[in-house]
């Protein structure tokens, strides 16, 4: 079986877990202290660990003192993690519809969503290309907008030259099993914003005014105020143990999965049915790999297909505003969406895929979808 996506565990990460767990303590401390440099030097400001992306989200969102009776515009195309960490606060997640090209947020589309309660907007950086980030920090500034990016699929990526997570508002990744780098469950929000730092890092810890150093010292606090709503959303000594080994093997995960989707691009360039997303991937480190199809036949089929000549297919996302929690029937249609989501497939893509599995994965889905376009045409 051709898995669609999975961690890459060595020797390194077992071993680094192990002298956590012989030290017998485990909780927030000295590896989560050593992770979080490790971010800030990469990113060159500020990164504040937490214990997955979608507490990332939520606790960027309240920061910026966002909370019932406001509305975040966000991309309908993205993990319902988006849209419940908003909705956590309080706010209100206003879908919004994707360019055809990018499948990012719409900002002209966002445009007519925007009302006078909209206080941010979350584009999703879908697959780990980022899209046009210029245009929405336009847009952003031309309604005094914060811009909170979903950056969990784009750890490694870069924009003009500078690591997504480097410039720009506030970012947020993920470092859960299966993205670019894992924690085994994990996240942080990176921002040079010093005020909507100090808050996350008391918010994480169920809002223990200034816990975060004497964590880091092996230490607590015993005697402390509280200001603002908490969440116990810090991150584990195990966890940020995994994630620095993993950090270490960027590079090489970034080099394998830029290969791997370049490879893809170049054995369907020849397949006029299966549609790729234009990435540049001297810049983009793909967290997956999705095409659009053009067939007649369901997309269920073909995955069924696919899975029985042993390869797992995904589908990234169902449109949030299809989700009965989310639906508003007052909202506008979302005519690109809605066409592109019933032909979105996502196909194999982590670090352990051979070059022959990738082969033997386009090969396969090029014979299905070609054989089933012949018999219905
Ligand atoms: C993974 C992911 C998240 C949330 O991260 P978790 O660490 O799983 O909580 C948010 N948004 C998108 C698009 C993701 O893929």
Redesign the pocket.
Known sequence: MIRLSKSSISAAERKAVDGVLQREYLGMGDEVGQFEEMLSSFLGRPAIAVC??????HLAIQACGIGHGDEVLVPTL??V??YQ?IAATGAKPVACDIKDNTLMIDCADAEKRITTRTKAIMP???TGGVGNITEVEVFAQKHSLRVIA?A??AFGSTYNGRRIGSFGDIN?F???G??NITCG???CIVTNDQAIIEKVKDARLLGVTKDSDNRYAGKRTWEFDVTEQGWRYHMSNIMAAIGIEQFKRLDSFATTRKYLASLYDKLFADCEDIITIQHDYSTVVP??YVVRLRTTRSRDEIRRELLERGIQTGI??QLNHTLTMFHDPAAAPFPVAEKVYPRLISIPLHTDLSEDDVRQVARTLKEIVSLSNTIHQ
């Open positions: 997955n992306g979608t507490a990332a989200l993205t993990y993690a988006s960490a999703v950086y879908y979903d969990a699929h947020c993920s470092f859960d299966i993205k469950e994990g996240g967290h997956i990234h996302y």
